[in-house]
């Protein structure tokens, strides 16, 4: 694993300068280096096919777009921001589901449960491809590829989806995801550094439900 200390009641990872979050698949702090490191601040250098488990055993992924622009004030955006996350689950039919949480309006297409005000986030549910599952257990590479271009295209707003995969229970993700957005009384959505309830929280916090 990278980085020099384990922090066990965060689970994240501590590299001197900055935090690693090792379910999304990124760093929580920005690069302290800047642009020299690279165009994002906050990804991880990794094995782009790194992922896939050759037993067939990874059903749930934490997707990162990291490059995806957030709005930090209104009418302005920023790519610097750690990108978007959400959570996609699929079981051994190749059968998928995508969950991911956001500033969303309640009325929008895919919203699941309690609807908050806009500005106190919201679940939604996205339709996306099923996998195809080869014959050693695996997705197959187009299905995959086809499936990242649609995350892209449907989640993504054009920017590539990375994803960090480990074992979990599909059931047990999306039952959690359900359970969040059913709450009424549930946290609003915020960035406070020392108690965040965000779209990164929410796919952190339903991957690790399902392990």
């Not at 050759?54 to 610097?80: H, I, M, R």
């Not at 921001?81 to 959570?87: D, E, P, R, W, Y």
């Not at 480990?166 to 108690?195: G, L």
Request: proline share 7%.
């Amino acid at each position: 694993m990278p980085g020099r200390h384990h922090d066990r009641k965060t689970g994240l990872y501590y590299n001197r300068h900055r935090y690693y979050d090792p379910v999304v698949g990124s760093y929580i702090n920005q690069d302290p280096i800047g642009l020299m490191g690279d165009n994002n601040h906050y990804i991880y250098p990794v094995n782009p096919t790194g992922w896939i488990d050759s037993l067939g055993l990874q059903q749930a992924c934490v997707v990162n777009f990291p490059d995806y622009p957030v709005e930090y004030a209104e009418g302005k955006t920023s790519t610097w921001l750690g990108g978007h996350n959400g959570v996609l689950t699929y079981d051994t039919s190749g059968k998928t589901q995508y969950f991911e949480y956001g500033r969303y309006n309640p009325n929008a297409k895919g919203i699941m449960g309690s609807k908050l005000p806009q500005d106190d986030g919201n679940v939604r549910q996205t339709p996306m491809p099923n996998l195809k599952i080869g014959k050693d257990g695996v997705p197959t590479d187009e299905s995959m590829k086809n499936l990242e271009e649609q995350l892209s295209k449907g989640s993504g707003k054009g920017t590539p989806a990375k994803l960090t995969c480990s074992f979990a229970d599909p059931k047990k993700v999306a039952d959690y995801a359900k359970e969040i957005s059913e709450n009424k009384d549930r946290e609003k959505y915020n960035w406070n550094p020392f108690n965040s309830n965000h779209y990164r929280s929410f796919a952190r916090d339903v991957a690790k439900a399902g392990q």
